[in-house]
C-alpha cells in the first residue's frame, strides 16, 4: 500500500479486526485506503487472506528457539523498532489506529509515528463500564492466588519476578539512552 491516504488500524484480537473491518467501505467512500497492521496472528492473517482484506504482517515476531534472559528481550525490542521504522518509510501512512490499551510494541510505533509527523489516534471498539474494573489487588493477594491457581507456584513467582526485573531493567536502559527507547509514556493521543 503506497497510497498517500493510507490508515492502518491495529487490532489485537479477532474480534477488533472484524469490528474496524465494517468501516472499511465507509473509509473507501471517504478516499482512504484502510488496511490492518499486525503485531501478532490469533487467526487474523487467515480471516484478512480469506475475506481479500489489506494486511500488513512485517511486524509479527519470528518465535526464537532459545533466549538469554535480559538480552534477548533488548535484541528484540532493537530488531522490533528496525523494523518499525522500515514500515514507516516504505508504506508511509497518513493514519494509524490502535486501540485505547496498547502493547510495547504498538506503543513503539506510535512514539516513531508521532516523531514522523504521522497521525495516530486511539479508538475503543468496545464499550467498558466502571463495574467492570478491577481494584488493584496487593502483592501478597496476588501471590496467594498465583499459589491457588497454579500448582507450580515456584514457576509462576519466578516469571513473575522475572518480568518485574526486565521493566525495571528496561526504565533504567531509558535513563541511560536519554530518552523513551524501550519504555513508553504517553504514546496514545
Not at 499459589?147 to 518480568?163: K, L, S
Amino acid at each position: 500500500m503506497k497510497t498517500e491516504r493510507t490508515v492502518y488500524f491495529i487490532p489485537r484480537y479477532i474480534a477488533a479486526l472484524k469490528y474496524y473491518e465494517r468501516l472499511f467501505p465507509l473509509l473507501r467512500e471517504a478516499g482512504w485506503e484502510p488496511a490492518f497492521l499486525l503485531f501478532e496472528d490469533g487467526g487474523m492473517v487467515a480471516h484478512c487472506a480469506g475475506r481479500g482484506v489489506p494486511v500488513y504482517t512485517k511486524l509479527i515476531p519470528q518465535e526464537g528457539t532459545w533466549m538469554i534472559p535480559f538480552i534477548s528481550h533488548v535484541r528484540a525490542f532493537e530488531r522490533m523498532r528496525h523494523d518499525i521504522r522500515k514500515f514507516l518509510d516504505t508504506e508511509k501512512p497518513a493514519c494509524i489506529i490502535a486501540e485505547v490499551t496498547v502493547t510495547d510494541q504498538v506503543g513503539m510505533l506510535l512514539y516513531e509515528a508521532k516523531k514522523r509527523g504521522v497521525d495516530t489516534a486511539a479508538l475503543q471498539w468496545a464499550f467498558r463500564s466502571a463495574e467492570t474494573e478491577h481494584p488493584p489487588i496487593s502483592f501478597m493477594r496476588m501471590l496467594k492466588k498465583i499459589r491457588a491457581q497454579h500448582p507450580f507456584f515456584v514457576w509462576a513467582y519466578t516469571r513473575w519476578m522475572y518480568v518485574w526485573l526486565l521493566v525495571r531493567f528496561l526504565t533504567l536502559l531509558d535513563l541511560l539512552a536519554g530518552g523513551h527507547r524501550y519504555r513508553f509514556a504517553d504514546v496514545v493521543p
